[in-house]
C-alpha cells in the first residue's frame, strides 16, 4: 500500500512554528498507529546549511548518517520516532546541483532544462524518496512563506504531486492572524490573501491553522471559512502555549486534528494515549525546585543557534522536576568586565556549546578555569571540551601558551589540532567528521554512570581533535579521558578527577535528546545540580549553620 502525504504550507510571515506544528502532527499520527516519515523542502540555494552562520540559520542539526540539516529535523527528532537521514532534508541548492549534474552527463539526452519539467521532477523524486521506509504517513514540510520566488518550484511540485496522486494528499496551511491591539480587533485579512496566493498556485488548502494569541472566536472562525473556501470544522487555532511547547500536540488533538486527518486520508485510527505526554506536562507546570544554568557561547543572540542545547536542558529538568532557568552570556564579553566571577557568577553549573573561530574564545577558557578552581558543575560540548583541555594545559600542565591551531596555527602546545586528514581540505562544506561514531567508555567514569553501558553511539560535528601526544601528561595530572573513538585513539570524553562534575564532550549529544527519554549525560548533569541546589537550600537554612 502506498503513503499518504500531508504538504504543510506557510503564509503571511516567517517563524510561525511550521516545524514544531509538522512534528506535533507527527506524533498525533503516532499516537493513532501510523508509522510516518518526515521531509523539510528548504527553497535557498546553498547545498546544506552547513557553512551558514548561525546567526543566519540556528543550530546545524545532524543526522546519524552525517547529514548537515535544518534545525527544524530537531523539532521532528524530539517529538517522533520517524527515521532522519539524508533524505529528510532537501534544498534548492542540492535539487539544482543534481538536475546540472545529469545535464553534464547527457541524461535529458538533448533537452532542454527547465524548471518544469525537470527542477520539478526531481523534487518529487525526492519526496518519493522519503517514504520508501514502509511509513504510511510522510510528512512534507516546504520552508520559507507561499508567494516567495524561491518557493515555487516546491509548490509547483506538489500540485503536481497532489494532481497525480488525489487521494493519497491533503495540504494544511498555517497561518498567522493578528491581533491589532490599536483597533482591539482579530484580523483575518492576512490569511485571506496569503491562502488566495496558494489558490493562485492551483494548491487549494484542506485544513488552515491559525497561529494567533488567542483561541478565535466562532465567529472568526466562519469567516476564514467563507473567504478561504473550507469548512469551518477545517479551521482551528493554534495559540501560543503558556508554559511549554510540548503543550502544542495535545491542543491539536484537543481540537480533533488527528481525527479529521485520519478521516480526509482515509486512515485507521486506534484510540490515543497521551498519559506519558500528560504527565510529563504536569512536571513542567509544578516543579519541586529550581536550577539555575549559564551557557556560555557566542551565538546567543540568535535564539535558535544553540536550540538543541536548550531543549535538552529542559528535558533533563522535566526529569529532576525542578524549574530551569538559563541565562546567556556572551563569551567575548566576559573579559570586557575584568573579573570572570563578577561577568557570570550566580548560576549553579554551566554549559559551554559547540562553535567555530576565535571569537570569545578567551572567555570561555576563563570559565572553565572558573569552574574547575571553584568546584562549580562545567559541561563543555564539541568546542567546550576542547576548551576544558585548554585551560587543563595551561594552568594545570603549566603549558602557558597552549591552544588549538583553530586559534593560534603557530602555538608551540597545539592541544587541539586538526585531523591529518583534514590538512588538505579547500572547500568547507560537509568536510568535518560527521556522524554516528561509536565510543568506548571507562567503567569508573561518570560517563558510564549515566549510559550504564560499554559502547555507546553519538553524532559528530567537528574538524578539530585532541592531540594525543599530550595525553600521558594530562593523565598525570589528574585527566581521565573516558570515552574514546570505538577501536581507536580519538578522544570522544574527558573529566577532571578531583571535579564533582566537570565533562566534556568531542560530540553533540543535544541531538539525541527527548522530553520524555532526556540524553544521560544532561539527565545527570542537571540531577547533580538539582542535588546540589537541594543541599545548599537546607544548608542556608539551618539554624546552627546560619548562626555561624
Known amino acids: 500500500m502506498s503513503p499518504k502525504y500531508i504538504f504543510i504550507t506557510g503564509g503571511v510571515v516567517s517563524s510561525l512554528g511550521k516545524g514544531l506544528t509538522s512534528a506535533s502532527i507527527g506524533l498525533l499520527l503516532e499516537r493513532c498507529g501510523h508509522k510516518i516519515a518526515m521531509l523539510k523542502l528548504d527553497p535557498y540555494l546553498n547545498v546544506d546549511p552547513g557553512t551558514m552562520s548561525p546567526f543566519q540559520h540556528g543550530e546545524v542539526y545532524v543526522t546519524d548518517d552525517g547529514a548537515e540539516t535544518d534545525l527544524d529535523l530537531g523539532h521532528y527528532y524530539r517529538y517522533t520516532d520517524s527515521p532522519l537521514s539524508r533524505a529528510s532534508n532537501v534544498t534548492s541548492g542540492q535539487i539544482y546541483e543534481t538536475v546540472l549534474k545529469k545535464e553534464r552527463r547527457g541524461d535529458y539526452l538533448g533537452k532542454t532544462?527547465?524548471?518544469?519539467?525537470?527542477?520539478?521532477?526531481?523534487?518529487?523524486?525526492?519526496?518519493?524518496?522519503?517514504?520508501?521506509?514502509?511509513?504510511?504517513?510522510?510528512?512534507?514540510e516546504i520552508g520559507g512563506t507561499v508567494g516567495d520566488i524561491e518557493s515555487l518550484p516546491f509548490l509547483e511540485a506538489i500540485r503536481q504531486f497532489r494532481y497525480e496522486r488525489k487521494a493519497d494528499c491533503i495540504n494544511i496551511h498555517?497561518?498567522?492572524?493578528?491581533?491589532?491591539?490599536?483597533?482591539?480587533?482579530?484580523?483575518?485579512?492576512?490569511?485571506?490573501?496569503?491562502?488566495?496566493?496558494?489558490?493562485?498556485?492551483?494548491?487549494i488548502p484542506d485544513?488552515?491553522?491559525?497561529?494567533?494569541?488567542?483561541?478565535?472566536?466562532?465567529?472568526?472562525?466562519?469567516?476564514?471559512?467563507?473567504?478561504?473556501?473550507?469548512?469551518?470544522?477545517?479551521?482551528?487555532?493554534?495559540k501560543d502555549v503558556e508554559e511549554s511547547i510540548y503543550e502544542v500536540p495535545l491542543d491539536l488533538h484537543n481540537q480533533g486534528l488527528d481525527a479529521m486527518i485520519c478521516k480526509?486520508?482515509?486512515l485507521s485510527m486506534k484510540t490515543a494515549d497521551f498519559t506519558d505526554w500528560k504527565e510529563m506536562l504536569y512536571k513542567v507546570t509544578h516543579p519541586k525546585g529550581k536550577v539555575v544554568v549559564g551557557i556560555v557561547g557566542k551565538y546567543l543572540d540568535h535564539q535558535d543557534a544553540y536550540k538543541s542545547v536548550f531543549e535538552a536542558l529542559h528535558h533533563?529538568?522535566?526529569?529532576?522536576?525542578?524549574?530551569?532557568?538559563?541565562?546567556?552570556?556572551?563569551s567575548d564579553r566576559i573579559i570586557e568586565n575584568g573579573s570572570v566571577e563578577k561577568a557570570i557568577q550566580g548560576c549553579d553549573g554551566y554549559v559551554v556549546p559547540g562553535g567555530f573561530g576565535e571569537r570569545g574564545w578567551e572567555g570561555k577558557v576563563l570559565t572553565a578555569k572558573y569552574c574547575r578552581e571553584n568546584k562549580i558543575p562545567y559541561f563543555g560540548l564539541c568546542l567546550g571540551m576542547q576548551i576544558l583541555l585548554i585551560e587543563f594545559a595551561r594552568n594545570v600542565l603549566g603549558l602557558k601558551e597552549a591552544n588549538s591551531t583553530e586559534v593560534n596555527l603557530n602555538t608551540p602546545h597545539p592541544i587541539i589540532s586538526l585531523l591529518s586528514e583534514q590538512k588538505k581540505v579547500e572547500n568547507l562544506g560537509g568536510t568535518m567528521r560527521l556522524g554516528a561514531y561509536l565510543c568506548d567508555l571507562d567503567p569508573t567514569s561518570l560517563a558510564y554512570k549515566a549510559y550504564e553501558q560499554n559502547i555507546i553511539s553519538e553524532r559528530h560535528r567537528h574538524r578539530y581533535e585532541f592531540n594525543n601526544a599530550y595525553k600521558k601528561a594530562f593523565e598525570e595530572k589528574g585527566m581521565l579521558f573516558s570515552g574514546n573513538l570505538h577501536k581507536g585513539s580519538l578522544c570522544e570524553i574527558s573529566e577532571v578527577r578531583e571535579h564533582p562534575w566537570?565533562?566534556?564532550?568531542?560530540?553533540?549529544?543535544e541531538f539525541k535528546s527527548k522530553p520524555l527519554n532526556p540524553?544521560?549525560?544532561?539527565?545527570?548533569?542537571?540531577?547533580?545540580l538539582a542535588g546540589l541546589h537541594q543541599h545548599k537550600e537546607s544548608w542556608e537554612k539551618s539554624p546552627q549553620l546560619t548562626s555561624v
Open 207 to 238: 485544513v488552515i491553522l491559525c497561529r494567533c494569541e488567542e483561541s478565535l472566536s466562532k465567529e472568526i472562525k466562519e469567516k476564514i471559512s467563507l473567504f478561504c473556501n473550507v469548512p469551518e470544522e477545517s479551521v482551528i487555532d493554534e
Open 264 to 266: 480526509m486520508l482515509n
Open 519 to 528: 540524553h544521560p549525560l544532561f539527565r545527570d548533569f542537571i540531577a547533580y
Open 502 to 509: 566537570m565533562l566534556g564532550v568531542q560530540f553533540h549529544p
Open 174 to 203: 498555517l497561518t498567522y492572524v493578528p491581533y491589532l491591539k490599536a483597533a482591539g480587533e482579530v484580523k483575518t485579512k492576512p490569511t485571506q490573501h496569503s491562502v488566495q496566493v496558494l489558490r493562485e498556485i492551483g494548491i
Open 113 to 140: 532544462v527547465q524548471v518544469i519539467p525537470h527542477i520539478t521532477n526531481e523534487i518529487k523524486a525526492r519526496i518519493l524518496a522519503c517514504g520508501k521506509e514502509d511509513a504510511d504517513v510522510v510528512l512534507v
Open 316 to 330: 533533563a529538568a522535566i526529569h529532576a522536576n525542578v524549574e530551569l532557568e538559563i541565562r546567556k552570556f556572551e
